[in-house]
T-cell receptor, first 114, second 113 residues
Framework: AQSVAQPEDQVNVAEGNPLTVKCTYS??????LFWYVQYPNRGLQFLLK??????LVKGSYGFEAEFNKSQTSFHLKKPSALVSDSALYFC????????????FGAGTRLAVHP | NAGVTQTPKFRVLKTGQSMTLLCAQD?????MYWYRQDPGMGLRLIHY???????AKGEVPDGYNVSRLKKQNFLLGLESAAPSQTSVYFC????????????FGPGTRLTVL
């Protein structure tokens, strides 16, 4: 069965430091992987996706994610964190059976401190 | 939110009451979804629709019904609300193969007492 796991409930980082939010996956076949962000009292916003090609995927707001097939990981990264990056981040993978139904991880809360 | 709206934004129900949540899109997308978000569990798919007049069950469909009479609207109904249905509900649309992305509405926060 398709699944994603986000091993950290919360990540704390100082403003200006690099950040990493972790995601591991278990899929059959070629993985499609997504990252979404949720700001307080808002809906989810698409950040980036991996379908095929380069292992480093660039997305919105300066975020990027590194696909690692051998480690079955798709970690979200940013070279220099901003306080405004503080939000809830979700990794997701499509459910088998088509129609682009997504399975989400439990979410990781990122707190960036001034 | 890419033209996805949800009404109402907030609602408080008593156990056993019924209500309908409305999701509306101002585009022409075929696929629409209803998710619920609970702390520590991410988003879970309740029901989805792949076109006008069609609906299908997702991961957690029990206690909910849906209808897609018009392409622009996807309704989620609770016939007899239970405290376990206290959650934040999100509607989403699939943008199509070109951008291959889901776009979400702002959410409805429902409390069942």
């Amino acid at each position: 069965a398709q699944s994603v796991a986000q091993p950290e409930d919360q990540v704390n980082v100082a403003e200006g430091n690099p950040l990493t939010v972790k995601c591991t996956y278990s899929v059959s076949g070629n993985p499609y992987l997504f990252w979404y962000v949720q700001y307080p009292n808002r809906g989810l916003q698409f950040l980036l996706k991996y379908i095929t090609g380069d292992n480093l995927v660039k997305g919105s707001y300066g975020f990027e994610a590194e696909f690692n097939k051998s480690q079955t990981s798709f970690h979200l990264k940013k070279p220099s964190a901003l306080v405004s990056d503080s939000a809830l981040y979700f990794c997701a993978v499509p459910r088998r059976g088509g129609y682009n139904k997504l399975i989400f991880g439990a979410g990781t809360r990122l707190a960036v401190h001034p | 939110n890419a033209g996805v709206t949800q009404t109402p934004k907030f609602r408080v129900l008593k156990t056993g009451q019924s209500m309908t949540l409305l999701c509306a899109q101002d585009m022409n997308h075929e696929y629409m979804y209803w998710y619920r978000q609970d702390p520590g569990m991410g988003l879970r798919l309740i029901h989805y629709s792949v076109g006008e007049g069609t609906t299908a069950k997702g991961e957690v469909p029990d206690g909910y019904n849906v209808s897609r009479l018009k392409k622009q609207n996807f309704l989620l109904g609770l016939e007899s609300a239970a405290p376990s249905q206290t959650s934040v509900y999100f509607c989403a649309i699939y943008s199509g193969a070109l951008t291959d992305t889901q776009y979400f509405g702002p959410g409805t926060r429902l409390t069942v007492l």
